[in-house]
C-alpha cells in the first residue's frame, strides 16, 4: 500500500495492525499521509523488555524469532530495549513458520547461560514453541507479548496439556510463564467508552475484543474525527487533521492516542499482565483455557513509544 498506492497517489493511508516498528521508523515506509494507530512491536518491546528488566531476575536472554518480518522485528526490538536495560542477549535464532523441532534451541540456550527466552511468533509456531518449553526441564522463564484469542487457545491448551485440566495461575507463575505485554485486551482498561466498547463488540460477535482491536477502533475513530474537525474529505485535509491530533473516542480513554507528528504513529499506553486461567465471568466470550490477568502495571505512551532522537527511529517528517 505505502509503496504502490500512497506513494504514487494522494491518498492517505491509516494501517491497520500490521505490527512491524518499520512502516512508522523506517525511512524507505515513513510517509507524510502513512499513519498508525496499532501498537507495534517496539511498543512491545519497550514496555515488556523493561519490565522484565527491572521487576524480575532475569540477566541473560536467548531470543527464537520466526524467520520474517514480524520475528524479525521482535528479535530486533527486544534485543535493542534488553541490552540497552543491561541484559546480556546470549544467543539468537530464526526458524520458519510453522517450525516444531524446539529442543535442540532450548538446549542452546542453558548452555549458552540464559534464564529467559523470548519467543517472537504468531499461532502458526507458539503452540510449539511453548510446549517444549513448558513440558521440558529448562528452568528458564518464557516472556513475550499477550496475543488475539486464536493464540490464546494454543497458550492454554499447552498448559492443559503439561500440567492438566484444572490447572492453576500458580502452576502458570512457577513455570516462570510470562509476564506478557498486553497492546489491548479487554479487561485492561477501566473507563466508559472501552466499557460500551467492549459490550457492543461482544453483543456483536459474541467474544470480547482482544489484541488488535483497540488500535482498529482507533484508526477508524480518527478518520472520523479529522472529517469533522476538518469538515472536509478532502485527502490534504484529511492529513492535516490527523497530523498530530489526540483522538478523542478510544478504548484506552479520552485521549487515549495521540498521532507524532515525527512519524505519524499514534502513542498509547500498554500495560503488563500474567496468563491465568479464563474465569467464569468471561468464560462465555472468550473460548480460550487462559487469559490476561488484571493488569499488573501500566506502562506510559511517552515511555512506550520509540523517541524521535532514538537510534532505531529513521524517520522525521
Not at 493511508?13 to 505490527?19: H, S
Not at 506478557?180 to 479487554?186: A, L
Not at 485521549?255 to 504513529?265: A, F, L, P
Not at 511517552?302 to 524517520?315: R, Y
Amino acid at each position: 500500500m505505502i509503496e504502490t498506492v500512497v506513494s504514487n497517489t494522494d491518498t492517505p493511508f491509516v494501517a491497520g495492525p500490521a505490527a512491524a516498528a518499520d512502516i512508522t521508523s523506517d525511512s524507505q515506509y515513513c510517509h507524510e499521509r502513512v499513519f498508525r494507530a496499532s501498537e507495534n512491536t517496539a511498543m512491545d518491546a519497550r514496555s515488556g523488555g523493561r519490565y522484565v528488566a527491572n521487576e524480575t531476575d532475569v540477566e541473560r536472554v536467548f531470543i527464537m524469532a520466526a524467520d520474517y518480518s514480524f520475528g524479525r522485528a521482535v528479535a530486533q526490538n527486544y534485543r535493542t530495549v534488553l541490552e540497552g536495560e543491561g541484559i546480556e542477549i546470549v544467543g539468537e535464532e530464526f526458524v520458519p513458520q510453522g517450525y516444531s523441532e524446539f529442543e535442540g534451541f532450548y538446549e542452546n540456550a542453558v548452555e549458552a547461560g540464559a534464564d529467559a527466552v523470548i519467543g517472537g511468533f504468531t499461532v502458526q509456531t507458539l503452540p510449539q514453541f511453548l510446549s517444549t518449553g513448558l513440558s521440558g526441564d529448562y528452568g528458564l522463564r518464557m516472556f513475550g507479548g499477550f496475543a488475539t484469542l486464536i493464540s490464546n487457545q494454543a497458550l492454554g491448551g499447552v498448559a492443559q496439556r503439561v500440567f492438566g485440566e484444572d490447572f492453576t495461575a500458580e502452576d502458570l507463575r512457577d513455570a516462570e510463564l510470562g509476564p506478557f505485554t498486553t497492546r489491548y485486551h479487554w479487561n485492561q482498561y477501566d473507563n466508559d467508552i472501552n466499557s460500551d466498547f467492549v459490550d457492543m463488540y461482544t453483543g456483536a460477535y459474541d467474544i470480547v475484543p482482544d489484541l488488535f482491536t483497540s488500535g482498529t477502533f482507533t484508526a477508524a475513530s480518527s478518520i472520523v474525527q479529522a472529517v469533522e474537525e476538518s469538515g472536509s474529505t478532502d485527502a490534504d485535509d484529511v492529513v492535516d487533521a490527523l497530523t498530530g491530533m489526540t483522538v478523542e473516542d478510544t478504548p484506552k480513554g479520552q485521549g487515549g492516542y495521540t498521532y507524532q507528528e515525527y512519524n505519524n504513529q499514534a502513542r498509547s499506553a500498554m500495560t503488563i499482565s500474567n496468563p491465568v486461567p479464563t474465569t467464569d465471568e468471561w468464560a462465555g466470550n472468550w473460548d480460550a483455557p487462559v487469559m490476561p490477568s488484571p493488569p499488573v502495571t501500566e506502562i506510559s505512551a511517552d515511555d512506550a513509544t520509540i523517541p524521535q532522537n532514538a537510534s532505531g527511529m529513521n524517520c522525521d517528517l
